[in-house]
């Protein structure tokens, strides 16, 4: 349940975005490519540490009381409420390049789902790699060694998908 509430809460999200994509289609493709590319590697500059940017977020957490109503009714709303983004807190900036990716794309609706489902899929896959280690204090300490890395990553390859989609 807190799986297919991830995704549809991402779907959501993205579909909402992709619909409101049509207000920049005004823009050429290589200005919204611009766009896009900049503020990937703006995020990407932000997650190394050299630009101290605040996201625009709801800093705080879904309150537990949601899952403790009903569980399974709590665990879709829970993850529901994660997987649309707005809710709660983002650490990386990856999904705002996304975003930003999805909102000036102006084409089909098949990348947005796709990145909806994605965003979904990998808050989904966090908790499912902890468990499936079998030492959850381990993978931690592994993540937190890998993750910025990680985040700059994917905001680079946000910002090379860019450059290839909108040729």
Not at 34 to 44: H, N, P, T
Not at 86 to 102: D, H, L
Request: proline residues 4%; aromatic residues 6%; positive net charge.
């Amino acid at each position: 349940m807190f799986t297919a509430g991830l995704l549809v809460g991402g779907v959501l999200t993205a579909g909402v975005l992709w619909l409101l994509s049509g207000l920049f289609t005004p823009l050429s493709a290589d200005v919204r490519q611009g766009l896009v590319v900049a503020v990937a590697l703006l995020a990407a500059l932000r997650d190394t540490g050299k630009l101290p940017l605040r996201l625009p977020q709801n800093a705080r957490q879904i309150p537990q009381d949601v899952l403790r109503r009903h569980l399974a009714r709590g665990a879709l709303q829970f993850g529901f409420e994660l997987g649309t983004g707005v809710r709660t807190y983002v650490s990386a900036s990856a999904p705002y390049a996304m975003a930003i990716a999805v909102l000036l794309s102006g084409g089909s609706y098949a990348p947005a789902l796709a990145a909806g489902l994605g965003f979904g899929a990998g808050r989904a896959l966090t908790p499912a790699l902890r468990r499936l280690s079998g030492n959850g204090e381990h993978w931690d300490d592994l993540l937190a060694r890998r993750l910025s890395g990680m985040t700059v990553l994917c905001s680079v390859l946000i910002a090379t998908a860019a450059c290839a989609i909108f040729r």
